[in-house]
């Protein structure tokens, strides 16, 4: 089984003082184009060099030009459309705020119209600000430790959409009843009165009208290009009991948890969950770990580096929704980084950045392969450093890396399997 490369991104535009001039530079017409074409650039570098696959997150209303990713799903198939090789998709749609037949139709669409160069990443949302607006609807709040109320309807409302949006994918007639979602809607009286209830019983599913001319299932159409459906990917996985969740059900955690010794245990948890739910999984398949890597040709240079590609992303952003407290060292109290202590040494000390020079880069992603983790996730900071420099990183990283790790071919291999299986 091959080792396949994700390389992650949250599309940003503008440097601090362009953030200032241009505010909200997140409305500039002119910063989101240049973005677009940032982005169409970095697709064909992928393509080029043997990556695996190119994906986005779901964010909304960041005016700041950080993250503008509203509907990662149409930059999977605008970029794909020029791609060739090239696996897109995201990590991931936040599916409590989204109707799950509907993103099963569009997620199947995509899937088609790529020819099965598409996977789908899922996530529950942790930011309140257009959680709480978009989600209104569904009663979706955030993913929240803070509200343990909040918390459980999230994850709640996370899984009977899932179950809701694989059902769609794989079953001719669907039908469901659930807390808070019906199909047929109502589910105990059906859809009464159908038009053409006689086209439908010579021509449609068997089942989906009665004889009294109710509807009594729905047929969600089309069905994916890959069967039973696209890879499931679960965003930035970090508990346990979400990576044994993601077990049971066929989804591939992507662990943002440090250090790599801590993965490594959670995918042989996984493997175990998987081989007593029924799913023959080798160690390490269908387990993802979330990084940055970080090439330097002089060690000195590596947290210089680190502080200028991380600190603002990391300090001023990620920290305070509270991401860094995945790098917590064991036992310690109290805010994390500590006092005096840079962001950059915190995302070098825990291995959250997998950095230094060929050699001892290749030496941390060959231990993730002979551990069998089938992918990693490249967060890569896209629009936040300078494109030329990150494109420098992303080539050398094939050829010294993927190349020397038998990496490189993966995404040719996953595609000719995926041409076969259609």
Not at 17 to 24: F, G, L, Y
Not at 137 to 158: G, K, V
Not at 287 to 312: K, T, W, Y
Not at 342 to 352: F, H, K, N, P, Q
Request: glycine content about 10%; proline content about 7%; hydrophobic content about 40%.
């Amino acid at each position: 089984m091959p080792t396949r490369v994700i390389v992650q991104v949250h599309p940003s535009v503008g440097d601090a003082e362009a953030r200032v001039r241009r505010r909200p530079i997140g409305r500039d017409n002119d910063a989101f184009q240049e973005m677009l074409a940032s982005l169409m650039r970095l697709a064909k570098v992928l393509d080029d060099l043997g990556y695996w696959g190119l994906s986005h997150t779901e964010h909304h209303f960041h005016s700041e030009g950080l993250e503008l990713s509203p509907d990662p799903g149409l930059y999977d198939l605008y970029l794909g459309q020029h791609t060739t090789r090239l696996h897109h998709g995201q990590l991931g749609f936040v599916l409590p705020t989204h109707d799950p037949i509907r993103l099963a139709e569009r997620c199947s669409m995509i899937d088609h119209m790529l020819q099965g160069r598409f996977f789908v990443g899922l996530a529950r949302g942790y930011q309140h600000r257009w959680v709480d607006v978009l989600g209104q609807r569904m009663h979706a709040r955030t993913a929240s430790f803070a509200d343990r109320d909040a918390d459980l309807e999230n994850r709640r409302l996370f899984a009977e959409h899932f179950r809701v949006m694989r059902m769609a994918w794989t079953q001719d007639l669907l039908q469901y009843k659930g807390p808070s979602y019906e199909v047929p809607a109502p589910y105990d009286e059906g859809i009464a009165a159908w038009p053409p209830a006689e086209v439908t019983r010579r021509f449609g599913v068997p089942g989906e009208v009665d004889d009294d001319g109710r509807v009594v299932g729905v047929s969600v159409v089309p069905k994916p290009y890959q069967q039973p459906h696209p890879p499931i990917f679960q965003g930035n996985s970090t508990s346990a009991g979400t990576v044994e969740w993601c077990a049971r059900e066929g989804i591939i955690p992507t662990m943002l948890t440090t250090p790599d010794d801590a993965v490594f245990e959670l995918a042989r948890r996984y493997r175990e969950v998987a081989l007593a739910s029924g799913h023959d999984v080798a160690p390490g398949e269908k387990v993802g770990i979330v990084r940055s890597f970080m090439l330097c040709e002089r060690p000195g240079d590596l947290e210089r580096q680190a502080a200028r590609h991380n600190d603002f992303i990391w300090r001023d952003w990620y920290q305070s929704f509270g991401f860094l407290e995945g790098m917590r060292r064991p036992g310690e109290s109290g805010p994390v980084p500590q006092p005096g202590e840079t962001v950059a040494s915190r995302l070098l000390e825990s291995g959250m950045i997998v950095g230094g020079t060929v050699d001892e880069v290749r030496a941390r992603v060959e231990r993730m392969v002979d551990a069998g983790l089938e992918y990693l996730v490249w967060h890569l900071p896209w629009g936040i450093v300078p494109e030329a420099e990150l494109v420098d990183q992303l080539g050398v990283f094939a050829q010294s890396v993927m190349g020397e790790l038998d990496m490189v071919d993966a995404a040719r291999q996953v595609l000719a399997g995926n041409a076969a299986g259609s």
